[in-house]
């Protein structure tokens, strides 16, 4: 929310375009006090805590579910080399710009809600809340054309991204997005300043309890619409036939899958089909919330250039609700991804719990499987029903599948009723072989990759997250 940072931001603007066109001598009849003056310009200093508290509130749960999210998505990304994709590059730089705005734009935003002006912070600080704010926004726009791009390439063009295969792609398309970003935000932080008004007006004399950080003279070029234009319009409208065009691919795969009768061939795209949709819904869903989000701030823009320059009414009596709902909406977009993820992908959503428990210190003991230090088998479910159970040292567990088909009793084994020494049980289910672990009165499904199974929260990921 750069180019209307309050309510105070647009009145200022209309001031000033008031007492241009007003005389010199009916400006030194202005004769009021500064006070009167400021309040009857900017509106009060201090905002109603009834509208305060409401705000302040909303502010502080997006920015701190936002950094908490964003932070956790890059260290969820970081810290497991499966998840290292170029999909999960675009996130990871989405999650970065997201962080971006929300640590440099939000807290100055939330301070005036409080107090509206002065300004206190220098010049300084005001073009680079402005640059910062319009950079990352540009930058995630970018991001989500460039992973939708790299989907469209994936699903409708598959030889042609194998071609140019490889993570340098995605990483030079991040690279592309950030300096397109820092280059077009340029003018934003060159043409926003501190304005004062003039006391008495006309005097020029700046009245320093009137600074307000805004760009509230425009330039020659029409640089809200063209922001609007080229980092929204027609980005959505390029992911709009992107995400079409897959679609359609997608649907005419399945038709063309199900019509053939070698189940093998069947059995493996069909799983590569739901893959696929699993990762289009997310990153579908990444969209529309962006789109939705970011909607209000554009028509915004428009409505501030448009709604003072002709002086509709209708503006003057909406731009509050117009700034309040835009704001809120501006930063949920960059706290919104991180929960999306979570309900979305299951395979993030693993990640992130085992994440969780290694900050915390503490082990999430109901997904994961019964671990021996010692080469023993200490439980299995003696009701018929499968237990999953590691077996072996510390350094080299096996896992197997135990179901007891007998009675409590039966269930209570170890090495000497299977009649094998403890090691030639271990060396049998280490090494994959059909030699029985337990007695006649158990079945046991072993995993040939020594590792356990995978939890039924792994099984059903469809995207690649």
């Keep these: 929310m750069t180019e209307l940072g309050s309510n105070a931001e647009s009145d200022v603007g209309i001031a000033a375009q008031y007492f241009g066109s007003v005389g010199s001598s009916d400006r030194v ?4 006090s500064e006070n009167l003056y400021l309040a009857i310009t900017l509106g009060q200093q201090y905002r109603d805590l009834d509208f305060a508290i409401p705000m302040t509130l909303t502010y502080v749960t997006i920015f701190i579910t936002g950094v908490f999210g964003n932070v956790m998505t890059c260290l969820v990304l970081i810290r497991n080399p499966t998840m290292q994709t170029a999909t999960n590059y675009y996130l990871f730089s989405l999650a970065i710009s997201d962080l971006t705005l929300l640590l440099l734009g939000l807290p100055n935003e939330l301070s005036q809600f409080w107090r509206q002006y002065p300004w206190t912070l220098g010049l300084a600080l005001c ?36 071609a140019m295969s490889g993570l340098k792609r995605p990483l030079r398309f991040i690279l592309a997005a950030w300096l397109v970003g820092i280059i077009c935000a340029i003018p934003f932080g060159v043409y926003m300043k ?7 007006p006309g005097s020029r004399n700046p009245l320093l309890e009137s600074a307000v950080c805004a760009m509230l003279f425009l330039p020659d070029f029409p640089i809200y619409q063209l922001s609007c234009a080229i980092f929204f319009l027609v980005p959505m409208i390029v992911i709009l036939v992107l995400y079409t065009a897959m679609g359609l691919q997608i649907r005419k795969t399945t038709r063309s899958t199900l019509g053939q009768n070698v189940d093998g061939v069947v059995h493996g795209e069909v799983r590569q089909i ?7 819904r997310m990153l579908s869903a990444v969209v529309i919330t962006f789109f939705l989000c970011w909607a209000p701030f554009h028509a915004q823009r428009v409505l501030y250039v448009y709604g003072v320059a002709e002086n509709w009414k209708f503006y003057d009596k909406m731009k509050e609700q117009i700034f309040v709902t835009s704001g809120i909406l501006y930063y949920f977009s960059a706290t919104v991804n991180p929960i999306l993820y979570n309900v979305m992908s299951a395979k993030y959503r693993t990640a992130f719990k085992e994440l969780l428990c290694c900050c ?25 029903s499968t237990q999953l159970t590691q077996l072996g040292s510390s350094k080299h567990p096996s896992s197997v599948r135990c179901t007891i088909h007998g009675t409590k009793k039966s269930s209570q084994m170890n090495s000497e009723k299977s009649g094998l020494p403890p090691s030639k049980g271990l060396d049998s289910a280490e090494n994959g072989t059909n030699e029985p672990l337990l007695n006649s009165g158990s079945t046991v499904e072993e995993n040939r990759n020594g590792r356990p199974p995978l939890q039924p929260s792994d099984s059903t990921a469809s995207s690649n997250l």
């Design 29 to 32: 009849a202005m004769n009021i």
């Design 127 to 162: 073009k680079l809340r402005a640059y910062v704010s319009e950079m990352s926004s540009y930058v995630s726009v970018l991001t989500i054309v460039a992973f939708s791009m790299e989907r469209y390439l994936a699903i409708c063009h598959p030889l042609h991204l194998h």
């Design 194 to 200: 501190i304005n004062y008004l003039d006391y008495p």
């Design 274 to 280: 739901q893959s696929r949709r699993g990762v289009i």
């Design 360 to 384: 915390f210190g503490r082990a999430n003991q109901s997904n994961r499987t019964i671990t021996l230090n010692t080469y023993s088998l200490r439980q299995c479910n003696s009701s018929g």
